[in-house]
């Protein structure tokens, strides 16, 4: 349990002693000391802190913006550190310092209690020669003040209130003017009329009236020398405002309806009463009219710094054509395009002065897109013809997320919810994908036009063309009985059980659940141009480039919200936000126990991002793919590497980005080559007589691929056709694996080693419904059958253990009963094979400091390690050990996460060779209760033929007992008889 005690916090910086006279700028800094027990003894190590000031010391208002300190060093639980709330914190009001401490760094944050109240230090008390006694009199150059403010000096002011009655020392010097009341005020040579407020450098201020000069009189501006440099003429009933420079007289006449610009007296421009203008005429036809007769100067801008001249010449009359033409620093003229009118209206000319069609360009056209099927085009890279988006998916597969995506179509615009995902086609209609446990995707509307669209938990909302709002799926909160009418809206966005909007007035609406003030808490008031919805909260741009945060605040994902003005987009995910500044940078808050704010890049330039439940990803300026945070699904570990994306978003466990393509409708021939700077989707074929790369310039071979390959009709390798499945393979290449396990065809396993013919080769595993390996006795060499009973004895010395994994960031925590390799290799070293692999025997956070990570371990100088950082891990080699730390090449900046080393004795367990096992075992079961139930039928034989005499024998008894009874009874007759 965390604790803290105050030792000292002082309103100021800490400053040396010095001789010097000089006073040193405080600033607006304070310097805290303070310290942290851990159950009871002082901690020792680093902690993230977060102080926040506040004007009650429960409740009340948070001042200024919060501070956030990473791996601050503690040591002997004392800390020190310097605080910068801003000069305007501190305004002699009551203060109270707010500190939330996460040790170990990057763990979940606990806010100390009770606030800490700060109190004035000394400088705050006496500054500068400013003094402030007990009865509240201010001295300034004397430290005993006798009234409420006393000054031991000269006062200077811009102004005093009151009347003066109390003031001594007055000057008794008269006035230059003499004044009639408050008309006229002077002051150091500067005149105001009707008003004393005089601005510096300003000889002459009129308030309250006009300014009048009367009788026509002429108002002159002259120069030092006395020369005139300009003046007013109010001639006539206009006005001409001339100036005189040398021998030109330069005007601008104000008068009529018209205003001419005229220099050496003739006239220049002239804007009409009309709002006309026109140069080189007095008779403008246009609102713009440039005519001076002369084709070759009609209109010319000059460039900004060295270049060429743009000179726009028009003809006036015959073809009017329009020439636009380049003139050098030397005068040469370059015509580069050409407008042609009259019988050739409508054809323009780049690089030709002669079109011969409605564009006829003679040089090479570079283009963000053309629109069309290419037909008549030559020569044309294949980059921008009929631009596309496909869909990329990646991550959590669970309920079809990624194999379910549309594989055709073409989209604007992407959503993705938990476990499901919506898209605008590009003709306006919506797809959804993935769980459909409450009509996510079955009840997505199958009319209609919308313009955008946002996924939550299990609900959706889109915007039609009309500015209307429409809801589909969960509606156990009101997420879609609820929905705002009307229409105008401009944005829309969903969490895991509301809703929020833009309205048309730019301000915010929410629907849906409020348990953590989602809804109830949602602003009433501000211009909004872009708004997110996370699990439980919501965060929205203003146009002014602030955000602002509301709702569930469990990991400050509302009270650690980002302040400043420079933002540019947002994204909610499910505990925690991401935004991009106008410089393009990243910055993350919330919840971070897998990296999700810790891991966010540092550098680089953003246009786009999306926040999932535990991972973050988002697109480059040059629109590669960037993520970080929990990898449990490979939401970040399987993001595309090679392509460029133009929007992304994510669901729970994994990514949903579009990517632009290129659709080229018939067939490409050629013999030079085709270039592409995004993907290319060719509806014909395509024939290359060179070599082709997909993804890389590095192509050593006739077709070679960087990234994911779709083959939507089949791949065949060393054959024409793949007729025998999507994957036909002919032919194989000898390679030598080292050990490895076999299964045929006949249900047997066993164990190899050496050089093998191998037609397809995997270094992880291959999974299948079902492996058909062929099994046909002509091509084997029989040894024997199995010893089925040893076989059984094996197996009953197998093992089935329970147990969880160690990474269980990567394999969750369910637990898992099967069995466990070196137990298995001991009894029955045929089902398991040895290799080099990872395993996480360290697992712990480190931090990274000169090269070195800091992290006591049990490393050796040659032992290779894996190192987890934002972009991604790889293993790497120990190069030096050091009692606390170790350092390897490469090493990542910032934090890493040191996951474990590779060993060469890794053990992998081949279940078909354990099943196998099973199989004979289970023969010699069987054999054995064949035997049993054999000689249990001989034991039920001679029970029965022992029954059999029995019941005989015991018939034979009672015949013999009743004769004898019948014996009896005479005998006892006769006795009685004998007695009579």
């Known amino acids: 349990m965390l604790t803290r005690m105050l030792h000292r916090s002082l309103i100021t910086t800490v400053l040396a002693l ?18 942290l027990d851990m159950d009871g003894s002082p901690l020792t190590g680093e902690a993230d802190l977060g102080f926040s000031l506040w004007d009650a010391d429960v409740g009340g208002n948070q001042i200024g913006f919060g501070i956030a300190a990473a791996a601050v060093p503690i040591v002997d639980g004392v800390f020190t550190i310097e605080l910068d709330f801003g000069a305007m914190a501190f305004v002699g009001d009551a203060r109270w310092l707010e500190i939330k401490v996460a040790s170990p760094p990057a763990g979940p944050f606990v806010t100390l209690t009770p606030r800490q109240p700060l109190t004035a230090a000394p400088f705050a008390l006496h500054t500068r020669g400013i003094q402030v006694d007990d009865a509240g009199r201010v001295g300034i150059g004397t430290s005993t003040p006798t009234t409420e403010l006393e000054v031991s000096g000269s006062i200077t002011a811009t102004a005093f209130v009151g009347d003066g009655s109390a003031l001594t020392n007055l000057p008794t010097t008269p006035s ?119 084709i070759n100067s009609a209109l010319r801008i000059q460039p900004t710094g060295l270049g060429p001249d743009l ?5 006036q009359g015959g073809t009017k054509d329009l020439h636009v033409v380049f003139e050098n620093a030397a005068g040469a003229q370059t015509e580069v395009m050409t407008f042609k009118g009259n019988g050739n209206t409508g054809r323009v000319g780049i690089g030709t002065t002669s079109p011969v069609s409605e564009l006829d360009v003679n040089g090479i056209v570079t283009a963000d897109a053309f629109v069309g099927d290419g037909t008549g085009l030559t020569g044309v890279a294949a980059s921008g013809l009929e631009a596309r988006t496909a869909l990329v998916a990646w991550g959590n597969d669970d309920d079809g997320q990624v194999s379910d995506a549309p594989t055709t179509g073409r989209y604007v615009a992407i959503d993705a919810g938990n476990a499901h995902s919506v898209a605008i086609a590009e003709d306006g209609s919506l797809v959804s994908w993935g769980e459909d446990l409450l009509g996510q995707v079955s009840e997505t509307p199958t009319s209609g036009s919308y313009v955008s669209v946002a996924a939550g938990g299990r609900h959706s909302v889109a915007i039609a063309a009309n500015g209307s709002l429409v809801s589909w ?81 469990n990991h400050g994902q509302v009270s650690n919200t980002p302040g400043g003005s420079n933002f540019v987009a947002v994204a909610a995910g499910y505990l925690h936000s991401v935004a991009i500044r106008a410089d393009g940078s990243l910055v993350s808050w919330g919840y971070n126990f897998y990296g999700q704010v810790i891991q966010t890049p540092s550098s680089g330039t953003y246009v786009a991002v999306a926040a999932g439940l535990r991972h973050s990803a988002a697109i480059r300026s040059d629109g590669t793919v960037v993520s970080w945070g ?57 024939m290359v007589a060179g070599q082709v790369g997909i993804g890389t310039d590095d192509v050593a071979y006739q077709f070679t691929v960087e990234g994911i390959a779709n083959f939507n009709g089949g791949v065949a390798i060393g054959l024409r056709n793949p007729v025998r499945g999507l994957v036909d393979i002919e032919g194989s290449r000898n390679h030598d694996v080292g050990g490895y396990g ?80 070196q137990q298995v290799r001991s009894v029955f070293p045929q089902a398991v094979t040895i290799s080099a692999d990872v395993v996480p025997d360290i697992y712990q956070m480190a931090s990274v400091e000169d090269g070195w990570i800091v992290l006591a371990t049990d490393l050796e ?108 009874a005479r005998v006892e007759a006769l006795l009685e008889q004998s007695l009579r």
């Open 861 to 968: 100088v040659g032992d290779r390690v894996r190192l987890i950082a934002a972009n991604g891990g790889d293993v790497h080699d120990v190069l030096e050990v050091g009692s606390d730390r170790f350092r390897v090449a490469d090493s990542p900046a910032g934090k890493v996460f040191v996951y474990g080393r590779e060993v060469d004795d890794f053990h992998n367990v081949d279940y078909e060779a354990i099943a196998m096992l099973n199989v004979s075992a289970t023969q010699a079961l069987y054999q054995r209760i064949a035997d049993q139930q054999e000689q249990l039928k001989l034991l039920q034989a001679d029970r029965d033929a022992a029954l059999e005499a029995l019941h005989t024998a015991n018939a034979r008894l009672t015949a013999t007992n009743a004769e004898l009874a019948d014996r009896l």
């Open 311 to 315: 000179i726009y010449k028009a003809h």
């Open 742 to 821: 076999w299964l045929n065809g006949d249900g047997n396993i066993g164990t190899a080693s050496g050089t093998a013919a191998y037609s397809l080769y995997a270094s992880r595993r291959i999974a299948a419904s079902e492996f058909n390996a062929h099994s046909d006795a002509r091509i084997k060499i029989v040894g024997g059958l199995s010893d089925v009973d040893a076989d059984l004895d094996t197996l009953l010395a197998i093992e089935v253990t329970d147990y969880t994994m160690v990474d269980k960031v990567a394999n969750g925590s369910e637990p898992y009963k099967k069995v466990i390799g």
């Open 18 to 35: 010095t001789l010097s006279a000089q006073a040193a700028d405080l600033g607006s800094s304070i310097t805290y000391q303070g310290r």
């Open 176 to 294: 230059t003017w003499s004044e009639n009341g408050s008309a006229i005020y002077y002051e150091a040579g500067q005149v105001g009329v009707g008003t004393s407020d005089l601005d510096i450098g300003d000889q002459l201020t009129v308030h309250g009236g006009d300014l009048a000069i009367r009788n026509d009189q002429t108002i002159r501006f002259k120069r030092a020398d006395g020369s005139t440099a300009g003046l007013i003429d109010p001639a006539g009933e206009g006005m001409t405002l001339l100036e005189t420079r040398g021998g030109d007289v330069t005007s601008l006449t104000i008068g009529g309806s018209d205003i001419t610009f005229t220099t050496d007296d003739t006239e220049r421009m002239r804007i009409t009463s009309a709002g006309s203008v026109g140069i080189g005429t007095d008779v403008p036809s246009s609102h713009l009219d440039v005519s001076d007769g002369d």
């Open 473 to 553: 799926g969960s509606d156990d909160e009101g997420q879609v009985t609820d929905t705002p009418a009307g229409s105008g809206y401009t944005a829309v966005a969903a969490g895991s059980e509301h809703s929020v909007a833009i309205t048309p007035a730019r301000s915010l609406v929410s629907w849906g659940l409020d348990r953590e003030g989602q809804v109830s808490n949602t602003p009433t008031s501000g211009n909004y141009t872009a708004v997110a919805a996370g699990g439980f909260h919501s965060v929205a741009l203003r146009a002014n480039g602030t955000l602002v945060s509301w709702g569930l605040d």
């Open 630 to 686: 929990g990898n449990n699904n490979g939401q970040v570990g399987q993001t595309p590497t090679n392509g460029t994306y133009t929007a992304i978003a994510a669901n729970h466990f994994g990514t949903l980005a579009l990517r632009p393509l290129v659709s080229l409708e018939g067939d490409i021939l050629t013999e030079g080559g085709l270039t592409a700077t995004s993907s290319v989707d060719i509806g014909g074929d395509l």
